[in-house]
């Protein structure tokens, strides 16, 4: 048997390398805080026992049904589809022809984070035809980041909540449409450790009085990363990550009371019960094929929204991050 060659190290796209500590990929907001994954790598040094299942790294578009047949409480159908997905690196996204997604699900309006690339290198490729693009970046290169694809131009954009303690990593992009204020949000992540834990209780608060005076003058969609798996049902172990970014008690408390503000989160408003709705799974030990997971995005609406609501759903099927789309349907 011939010697086995070393293979040599993949060189990580220096613009897509993380470099804070919150960053989902260190294992702090559903992976790797996972008591269960942790005894799986314990038993193969590998990490992956032969039969094992492997995650997936393309999607079969074709075979997903993007159509919605639910009806607002009123009876009406929907006229407005609002997608959002965590990328981890918008040209990484581009890399595996993750935008290919667009072209089957076709959202009026689609919000991105973690696009982890300032505005003035986002390639050609992640420019899609028959949408307007806004993006925001922080000072970090490669780091965080938020962007916008639109079909309907907004009244106006703004970027950022205000406060610059909190607008230095681009975490925040405000479109006001005629009907409504969309948020499209990356919140920091507490990190491993919970070492910004305190940072993150900061951010919460001042997030939710930003959320509640924009009410003020028109209903809220807020979408995106929320960085929270707010109870129990929204992730797969739950008493093994009561210590883990993400599921804190303390970061729980925070989505309640923004919720006691006024707000609803559409898709547990619609399916209180489902189970394994995650839209996260850690790369590490094969999480996703496992459905191993956590649900940290969301659309989180108005009150007044209710009426308008149709559908909110989590297209699982479609893979190129360790996030999955989330798509909500309105009629307004």
């Not at 610059?164 to 499209?184: C, T």
Request: net charge positive.
């Amino acid at each position: 048997m011939p010697p086995r060659k070393k293979a040599e190290p993949k060189r990580a796209k220096k613009s897509d390398k993380r470099k804070k500590p919150d960053d989902d990929d260190d294992g702090s907001d559903g992976g790797g805080g996972d008591a269960e994954n942790e005894r799986s790598a314990k038993k193969s040094k590998t990490g992956a026992a032969k039969g094992a299942k492997m995650n997936r790294t393309s999607s079969d578009l074709a075979s997903i049904d993007f159509s919605c047949p639910a009806t607002s409480s009123e009876g009406n159908s929907w006229n407005l589809k609002i997608s959002s997905w965590n990328v981890n690196g918008i040209r990484a996204l581009v890399d595996k022809n993750g935008l290919e997604y667009l072209q089957h699900e076709k959202p009026d309006i689609f919000c991105v984070q973690e696009t982890k690339c300032p505005k003035k290198n986002i390639v050609s490729e992640a420019l899609v035809e028959g949408y307007s693009t806004y993006w925001l970046s922080g000072d970090s290169e490669g780091y965080s980041g938020v962007g916008l694809y639109t079909k309907v131009k907004p009244i106006s954009v703004k970027y950022g909540i205000g406060i610059e303690a909190h607008d230095q990593d681009g975490r925040v992009i405000m479109a006001e449409y005629e009907k409504f204020n969309l948020v499209v949000a990356y919140v920091p992540n507490a990190g491993r450790k919970l070492v910004r834990l305190k940072y993150r209780m900061e951010w919460d608060v001042a997030f939710r009085d930003y959320l509640v005076d924009l009410e003020k003058k028109k209903p809220i969609v807020l979408c995106g990363d929320l960085n929270v798996a707010h109870q129990e049902i929204d992730l797969t172990n739950p008493k093994t990550n009561r210590k883990t970014a993400g599921f804190t008690r303390e970061e729980r408390d925070a989505f309640t009371a923004l919720l006691d503000c006024g707000f609803v989160d559409a898709f547990r408003h619609l399916y209180p019960d489902v189970t394994r709705a995650y839209t996260f799974w850690t790369y590490m030990m094969n999480a996703r094929a496992k459905d191993i997971g956590w649900r940290l995005d969301y659309f989180v609406i108005s009150k007044s929204l209710l009426p308008n609501l149709c559908d909110s759903v989590i297209r699982k099927d479609v893979f190129g991050s360790d996030h999955c789309p989330i798509t909500l349907f309105l009629s307004i």
